[in-house]
């Protein structure tokens, strides 16, 4: 059996002062499995960026102009999905880590090494592509249950008007798919539309 090493790749936002840029962070990370790289000079830009894009992971190089970077931290652990790793100075090291540690932020002390700031970096993507995993069976299990729904109310109007059992209209749905080279789920909303509509036109 063939396993697939091909994965999505992950978007970064790096928020960060004077010191490390995207370059640096790029070249680190490798830009086939991290992609697109945006850099926000400061928390309040980081806020306005994040209303309407969500990265998959989030770099905050602490401390920033506008503030120390931890409460930024906190605030968007809660807010979005994404893997958040803090990087602050030795000496807040302890206290900054016990701050966001139950948030699910990673912290690491500066300066940090090539290797470290990769490694973490590393684990926060695993965890992140574990997530989008289960949203995607999660995304795929409320789909099939809205289907049932659909389907099973197109089945209970043919059988309420049309004196069918439970298996022909089951086979009716079946057919009228096959027939029109359509998805169940189409036929049965068709089948709800139209006797929805009679009703609203007799005033049911």
Request: proline share 5%; glycine share 4%; net charge positive.
């Amino acid at each position: 059996m063939t396993i697939s090493t091909q994965k999505t790749p992950l978007s970064v936002l790096l928020v960060s002062g004077p010191g490390l840029s995207v370059d640096r962070v790029a070249q680190i990370l490798g830009p086939s499995q991290y992609t697109p790289v945006h850099l926000c000079l400061s928390a309040t830009e980081a806020r306005r960026l994040l209303l309407t894009w969500t990265p998959d992971l989030l770099l905050i190089n602490a401390p920033l102009p506008d503030e120390n970077g931890i409460q930024l931290a906190q605030d968007l652990a809660q807010r979005y999905p994404c893997g958040i790793l803090l990087l602050v100075k030795a000496g807040v090291y302890e206290q900054a880590s016990y701050c966001v540690e139950d948030s699910g932020v990673l912290t690491l002390p500066k300066p940090v090494s090539r290797q470290a700031l990769y490694q973490a970096v590393k684990l926060l993507s695993a965890t992140r592509w574990k997530l989008k995993a289960l949203e995607n069976q999660a995304a795929t299990l409320q789909s099939k249950m809205e289907e049932i729904q659909v389907i099973n109310r197109a089945k209970f109007l043919l059988v309420e008007r049309q004196n069918m059992t439970e298996s022909e209209a089951h086979r009716y749905l079946e057919k009228k798919a096959m027939d029109t080279c359509q998805k169940r789920r189409v036929v049965a909303q068709a089948v709800i539309a139209a006797y929805e509509g009679k009703d609203k036109e007799k005033g049911l």
